[in-house]
């Protein structure tokens, strides 16, 4: 009887080895595939749901005032911080394209064109008026070519805390998918610091990271409140067909958007309040007979859409019908308590053509 216990403890011995070596060579490693495979899906997808990149960033830089290259080159060190799995980065140039060729985020990122995910692309006749960009036409494009959730121009001195912007986009994501908000457009304004002088040329900005603009930038205030640097849409949310040929970095095109908007019944989102955009204010502009002509054409496009409003009237304080802010740490979006009727401008196109579902359909 003795002999048999023993038996039956031997051989639940070893089924209870048996059982430890399965476990430990066949079970935890699988744990361990499955977990490394949904940290990699989450880093390589991040705050996105699909296989879709999240955000097309795109931008001009100008290729003649020699004073604006190294304000450039710092936005290219910015851009460089945007994450890759989630951001597509362009931009739109001449076929002379020229940068300050000496400048650090040129050498390391553009012109490697061995291992640079940049796009250049090249500013055709019909995308120009007057030889600068036009940016219905570069938002056309854009969409053409890339396929985000979000599409996002912003003017080539405007840095960026990038995960502030992400952030805030994500919610306006969000916020528009939970409400079936399918017409929207986001504005925000932007502060200002002054990095360029006649003495100390401009000023370099070391890597371009969020941790550099939150300490760099402390303190700088918000500036001109009727000047919007940047717009995001996505793809089917707003008609850039039916905007004029406005120019960019020139007044009335900004302020036009946002009357339209209003006025058209798409959504308007003001991201100011969580977001950082700082102006690298200071170097003149090349006013030359293009930039005049230019001029002359975005004054032209406004006089002749809009009825008795001025052109610089349009703050986004009061004339955005949303605006994010924090909540316990995260991010929301409220309705804006200062919006204005006034915002609505009277227009002299017939603004109820372009609410047709199919312009907004593709």
Request: hydrophobic share 40%.
């Amino acid at each position: 009887m003795l002999a048999k216990c023993w038996i039956y403890v031997f051989i639940l011995c070893q089924i209870i080895v048996i059982g430890m070596y399965v476990y430990s060579t066949l079970y935890v490693p699988l744990i361990e595939v499955a977990h490394k495979k949904r940290s990699s899906e989450h880093l390589q997808i991040g705050c996105n749901d699909s296989n879709t990149k999240f955000l097309t960033i795109f931008t001009t830089f100008s290729e003649r005032e020699l004073p604006r290259f190294r304000i450039q080159n710092n936005t290219l060190c910015n851009y460089e911080k945007f994450p890759k799995h989630l951001t597509e980065r362009a931009i739109f140039a001449s076929d002379g394209f020229q940068l300050r060729r000496d400048g650090k985020c040129w050498l390391e990122t553009v012109s490697n064109t061995n291992d640079s995910d940049w796009h250049i692309i090249k500013l055709e006749p019909h995308m120009t008026a007057a030889g600068r960009p036009v940016l219905r036409q570069m938002f056309i494009e854009t969409q053409k070519r890339f396929n985000t959730d979000l599409y996002m121009y912003s003017n080539g001195d405007i840095l960026f805390h990038v995960e502030k912007l992400i952030t805030s986009l994500e919610e306006v994501k969000r916020f528009t998918k939970a409400h079936n908000i399918r017409r929207f457009i986001v504005f925000g304004a932007r502060h200002a610091a002054k990095l360029y002088s006649k003495s100390n040329e401009s000023f370099e900005i070391i890597s371009g990271s969020d941790e550099e603009i939150t300490q760099r930038f402390r303190g700088t205030k918000l500036d001109q409140l009727d000047a919007q640097d940047y717009f995001i849409t996505s793809k089917t949310s707003f008609p850039w067909d039916a905007v004029p040929d406005y120019v960019v970095s020139l007044p009335a095109f900004d302020n036009w958007l946002l009357m339209f908007s209003n006025k058209a019944g798409i959504a308007t989102f003001d991201i100011t309040a969580t977001n950082l955009a700082v102006h690298q204010a200071g170097a003149p502009k090349f006013k030359d007979n293009n930039y005049q002509t230019s001029m002359s054409s975005n004054r032209k496009l406004w006089n002749a859409s809009i009825i008795s409003f001025r052109a610089g009237s349009t703050y986004l304080k009061s004339c955005c019908k949303w605006e994010t802010a924090f909540k316990e740490g995260k991010v929301i979006i409220v309705k804006n308590p200062t919006f204005k009727d006034k915002c609505i401008a009277k227009l002299k196109i017939p603004v109820e053509n372009f609410l047709d579902e199919k312009v907004f359909e593709g």
